[in-house]
């Protein structure tokens, strides 16, 4: 009826359905939250990035990236190496890797701009006992002041390794869980939202797809990119439309072969990486080369 003025829906004892000028306050502000990071109030600081590192990939450990000035980097896309015995890993405890982890996340919270994203993607180890990989890093970045924001599990579908071990074959001595799945940890650095007159590119369809917490698409053949453990370019692709505005710049610490700089300029974005292995750096600036050619 004209006129009529919408009546707010508050957060009830069994949730809510409705979402249309919904008051979620009595949720957050309940003792759960306490504790946890809050958004700040902070004035939007952006610095430029150095023409010399911009849309360039540097051979050295992410642990340190003084050549990134603070506030520069608007989103963060990475999968960090697993410390699972592939050749570019070091043999570290679980301690010392999520402590390694933790260097190069503080550095991340450092460079991104307020507002700016950090998205992880991750696969769990292990059997006998599982590692919550999703779980501990979640946890890091939390301590370290991140936002989470919430998680995408990525379903690899029919890709997904058939050589996982199903345990005790049809008894309940022994089953073992077959993932088919990933995860993408997405957090914020001091608050939610971020807006810019920059354009934004993502398109309807688009947004509408990429905000489901379920993705799937098959994952790449190791082969076909020349690096043991790459992720495909859709998964930074859908990262970098979601989450940034067009001329920004997107960081992966852990480059690897290269697909998250593919994705960046695919998306007409900016891009930052590090990576300490100079074969893999290589290879990825020879398959930016041929992108643009």
């Known amino acids: 009826m004209e006129g009529q003025v919408r009546r707010r829906s508050t957060t009830s004892r069994f949730g809510s359905p ?7 306050t009595p949720f957050y502000s309940s003792r759960l939250y306490e504790g946890l990071p809050g958004q700040k109030e902070e004035e939007y600081v952006e610095n ?3 023409a010399e590192v911009l849309d360039r990939i540097l051979c050295k450990s992410s ?9 520069s980097v608007h989103l963060m896309v990475t999968s960090p190496p ?6 570019y890993d070091r043999d570290f405890t679980l301690e010392e890797y999520l402590e390694f982890l933790r260097r190069v996340w503080r550095e991340v919270h450092r460079v991104l701009v307020p507002g700016g994203r950090a998205c992880i993607n991750v696969a769990n180890l ?19 002041g991140f936002l989470m924001r919430g998680e995408i599990i990525w379903n690899k579908g029919s890709s997904a390794s058939p050589s996982t071990a199903w345990g005790s074959w049809c008894s309940p001595s022994n089953p073992t869980l077959r993932d088919v799945h990933e995860y993408i940890l997405v957090f914020s650095k001091s ?13 309807r369809e688009e947004f509408l797809e990429f905000t489901k917490s379920v993705w799937s698409f098959p994952a790449e053949p190791a082969h076909k990119v020349g690096h043991p453990a790459p ?6 692709y859908r990262l970098i439309q979601l989450y940034t505005y067009r001329g920004e710049v997107v960081l992966d610490p852990f480059m690897g072969s290269g697909q998250t700089a593919i994705a960046a300029l695919k998306a007409e974005r900016h891009y930052v990486g590090y990576e300490i292995d100079a074969r893999y750096a290589e ?10 050619e």
Do not use: Q, W
Not at 63 to 71: A, I, N, T, V
Not at 82 to 87: F, P, Q
């Open 82 to 87: 697993y410390n699972v015995g592939k050749e």
């Open 191 to 203: 608050c939610f939202s971020r807006r810019s007159d920059r354009k934004s590119t993502i398109s």
């Open 231 to 236: 992720f495909p370019v859709e998964l930074p």
């Open 18 to 24: 409705g979402r249309r000028s919904h008051d979620s």
């Open 48 to 50: 430029p990035v150095p």
């Open 283 to 292: 290879l990825a600036e020879r398959r930016i080369r041929e992108l643009r």
């Open 126 to 144: 292990g059997r006998k006992p599982y590692i919550p990989l999703n779980a501990l890093i979640a946890r890091d970045m939390i301590e370290l």
């Open 63 to 71: 642990e340190s990236m003084e050549e990134l000035p603070d506030c």
